[in-house]
Each structure stands twice: as structure tokens, then as C-alpha cells.
């Protein structure tokens, strides 16, 4: 095992010089070093905030695999602004891009996961973006860090990349702000899941529930993960109903509501929907331009109006996407040395943007069927029952809505139907999603299950 942290660096950049391309190789990895390791982290000094975020989305994995095969008790990596060993900033290039204010800060230095807690300390309020897609999740989460308990459990659902992670985090930190002799634990369904599974075959399943019911406030992610693990759902039944008979907070996030987790025991879903249920939706245009300035802000950077409307306009998917587009472009500006224009940025999200996934008309109708617990064929026959109306009516909506299939096309796939049938029905489902909460809800089930 290396004790020099620098050495190790030194391998890590040996094998990536190997397997990426010199000029990648100089531009993120040239000016780095290895800082220290403490409690199963290791720290990476890096010239600015811009290129640790660059290093932790673009290579941080194959880092990491690195790392752990010169040190196995490596866990996880953390890029810090730092200076080198002779005290001088660590300088990337000498090219300064032509957009960014010489008096342009560097964020203070990212502290590590907590060891005890798991919180992040960079999810917080204060940097979490309100819009339209979120502020009732926003605001149900300020509620619970004013009066824990207000709603308990509080439950955040909605598809990938949309901020939930960083809005139930930021309750977990405020809480701890505000006491810092507050238990809190914060884990992914993946962890509470080994946790048990390793408890069961080491025999320590009760030092393991007494050391999960000592905390105040309890924080789970991706509850979704435990369909269909009955043995886990049941230690998670017990642990919630010890949290809720002592008015303990306990707080969720999904990409479903709980309703809609195939594989979920009825009496967890129960329990899931005695407090708040709250979805967070795509981020609408002001809110993805507002996402983009904010971001722009955080750099020090001045990016012209038109090229992040352009951004906005054109990248309709989540958080996430936003972000990784927004992060090459600022790769674009530190290599170029300048603002790309539009049609630089076309391409830019043309090469970096995922394209929906391609599925066919019986593939849609298949989901649906699968969904309404309905035979597929009953989909296509002329019943007048409410329950395969529904579901039909479903199907050509989403056909027309989201895959621009033409009217006569949807009636005739649709059993041969006429087509102003077709457009009784997506008329029909377009007024009635407005004003009915819960089949907006089945629409977006729908569509997460279409798209994975």
C-alpha cells in the first residue's frame, strides 16, 4: 500500500495517460497531484472548481477503479482547489478565457461525505434552483426543516436527474445546521439493502436494526431499488413504524409514487402514503435558462443571453442533462478561449445529448396493457368498459403526444379506428390531465416505464 499520496497519483496518472488521448491527458490531469488520504479518501488537488467538476463527471469512476487497485482501502474521491507543493496556485493554462472577469472567485473547498451521516455537504438550499417543476417539493421540505414531523414520512418522486437527491440532502444539512446533536442518516436503498443482507448472513441483524433506530431523522434514495426484496421491505416496515410512533422524521425520494412500485408490499405502501407524497417534474424554459444562469453565476463567467436560451430552448430533458451540457461548454471556453457560437453549441448538443429511445407502436401498447393489468388485445376490440376506454384512450394520446404518430395511423393500429375517434380521445386526455392529479400520475408512470 502507497503511504505517499503523491506517488499513488503518480500511477493513476501513468494508467490514464495510457488510455486517453494526449491532449485530454494534458489539458485535466497535467496540473494535479495527489494531496493526502484520510478515512478512506483521497484527495486530488486540482487547479479550480471548473476542473474539479469536470474530473469528478467525466472520469471520476475509472479514477477510482485506479486507485483502489494501488490502495483497497480507497472508498472514494474528492477534487479540492489546492496549491502544489511549492505554494503556487496551480495554474491549468496560461489562456485565460475571454468571458471570464479576472476578479472571478473560486468556490470554497468541497468538505467530504460525511462518515457518520452520509450527507453531502454541497446539497443545500441555498444553491437548490426553485421553479414551477419543484416549488411544492421545495416548500414541503422547508416545512419539515422548520417543524420535523410536519409531514412525516415526506415523499419526493419523479424520473432521474431531476433534483431529488440534492432536495432531500438539503433537509438532512439544515437540520443539522440548525442542531448539530441531531442523529441524522442519510443512505440509498443499495446500502440499507447490503447492510441487511450482510446483518442476515453474519448473524448480526439486531446490533444492526439497534444501530438503524438510534437516529432522529432518517433519509432514504431510490426506494424504488426495493421492489420485490421482501425480507428488506420488512426490516424497512419494522424500522418506520419505530421512526413514526416516536414522531422521528423519516423522508423518501422515488422515481415513482409509491403507489406505482411493482413489487412493494401494500402495507408499505400504506405507510409510505400517511405523510407527504409530492412529485417534482422536467424542468420548464424559465426554469432550465434560470438553471443555466445560476450555473454561469457559480463559475464566474459571462455567457451571452443567447447562447444560454439556446441551451434551454433545445435541451428539454432533466437536471442532469442540463448540467453535463453546460459543463462541456464551459470545456469548449477553457480550451478555446473564447464563447462557442451558436452552431458550435448545436453540435455540442447533438453530440452530447442521448437521443430518445426508438419503440415501436406494440411496444407502447404492451406497457400500457402491462400497466392497467389488462390483456393486450382488449386494448384493440370495441368494449365500451371504462376501465379498457381508459387505457385505449392512454395509448393514442401518448401515441400522438409524444411520438407524432399521425391521426389515420394511431386509428388504424388502434384496431381501425377512425381517425377524428383519435382525436375525440386526445382531446379528451389533454383537458382531463390538467384537472385529474391522478392520471397525470399514470401518464408519467407510463412514460418512465417507456423509457427505460
Not at 23 to 33: C, E, L, P, R, S
Not at 300 to 321: Q, Y
Amino acid at each position: 500500500m502507497q503511504s505517499d499520496p503523491q506517488k499513488t497519483w503518480d500511477q493513476v496518472l501513468a494508467e490514464m495517460e495510457l488510455v486517453i488521448p494526449k491532449a485530454t491527458y494534458m489539458t485535466w490531469f497535467k496540473n494535479t497531484q495527489g494531496v493526502k488520504v484520510e478515512d478512506g479518501v483521497f484527495f486530488v488537488g486540482v487547479p479550480s472548481d471548473f476542473y474539479r467538476e469536470w474530473l469528478h463527471n467525466k472520469f471520476n469512476k475509472e479514477i477510482t477503479r485506479i486507485l483502489r487497485i494501488h490502495n483497497e482501502h480507497i472508498r472514494s474521491v474528492e477534487y479540492v482547489v489546492s496549491k502544489n507543493p511549492q505554494g503556487q496556485q496551480v495554474v491549468a493554462s496560461k489562456k485565460v478565457p475571454t468571458h471570464q472577469p479576472t476578479n472571478a472567485k473560486e468556490l470554497p473547498l468541497e468538505a467530504p461525505v460525511g462518515k457518520k451521516d452520509n450527507l453531502n455537504p454541497k446539497y443545500t438550499f441555498e444553491n437548490f434552483i426553485i421553479g414551477p417543476f419543484n416549488e411544492v417539493a421545495y416548500s414541503a421540505a422547508q416545512a419539515t426543516l422548520r417543524q420535523p414531523g410536519t409531514y412525516n414520512p415526506l415523499f419526493i418522486y419523479g424520473s432521474t436527474g431531476l433534483g431529488k437527491t440534492h432536495l432531500i440532502q438539503a433537509v438532512g444539512n439544515g437540520l443539522k445546521a440548525k442542531n448539530p446533536n441531531l442523529s441524522i442518516l442519510y443512505v440509498n436503498s443499495e446500502k440499507f439493502t447490503n447492510d441487511i443482507i450482510s446483518a442476515i448472513q453474519t448473524n448480526k441483524i439486531a446490533s444492526l436494526k439497534e444501530k438503524y433506530r438510534a437516529h432522529d431523522v432518517f433519509i432514504m434514495d431510490d426506494i424504488q431499488f426495493l421492489s420485490g426484496k421482501d425480507k428488506v421491505q420488512e426490516e424497512l416496515f419494522h424500522l418506520f413504524n419505530i421512526f413514526y410512533d416516536k414522531n422521528r422524521q423519516v423522508i423518501f425520494s422515488s422515481d415513482k409514487h409509491p403507489n406505482y412500485i411493482l413489487g412493494l408490499e401494500d402495507r408499505l405502501k400504506s405507510r409510505l402514503s400517511q405523510g407527504m407524497i409530492i412529485d417534482v417534474a422536467k424542468p420548464e424554459y424559465e426554469s432550465r435558462v434560470a438553471i443555466l444562469q445560476a450555473k454561469t453565476k457559480e463559475h464566474g463567467l459571462t455567457i451571452s443571453h443567447e447562447v444560454l436560451n439556446f441551451i434551454a430552448s433545445n435541451v428539454e430533458g432533466n437536471i442532469r442533462e442540463l448540467e453535463g451540457i453546460f459543463n462541456t461548454l464551459l470545456a469548449q471556453i477553457n480550451t478555446k478561449g473564447r464563447e462557442p457560437n451558436i452552431q458550435e453549441v448545436k453540435m455540442l448538443i447533438k453530440n452530447n445529448i442521448k437521443p430518445k429511445k426508438n419503440v415501436s407502436v406494440d411496444e407502447i401498447i404492451d406497457t400500457i396493457a402491462h400497466f392497467y393489468n389488462l390483456d393486450k388485445e382488449l386494448i384493440y376490440e370495441k368494449t365500451r368498459r371504462k376501465e379498457i376506454v381508459r387505457a385505449r384512450q392512454v395509448a393514442m394520446y401518448l401515441l400522438r403526444e409524444d411520438y407524432n404518430i399521425s391521426f389515420p395511423l394511431i386509428g388504424r393500429k388502434m384496431g381501425g379506428r377512425d381517425h377524428t375517434t383519435v382525436i375525440h380521445s386526445c382531446e379528451k386526455i389533454k383537458h382531463e390531465v390538467v384537472t385529474d392529479a391522478e392520471l397525470a400520475q399514470e401518464l408519467e408512470q407510463i412514460r418512465a416505464m417507456l423509457a427505460v
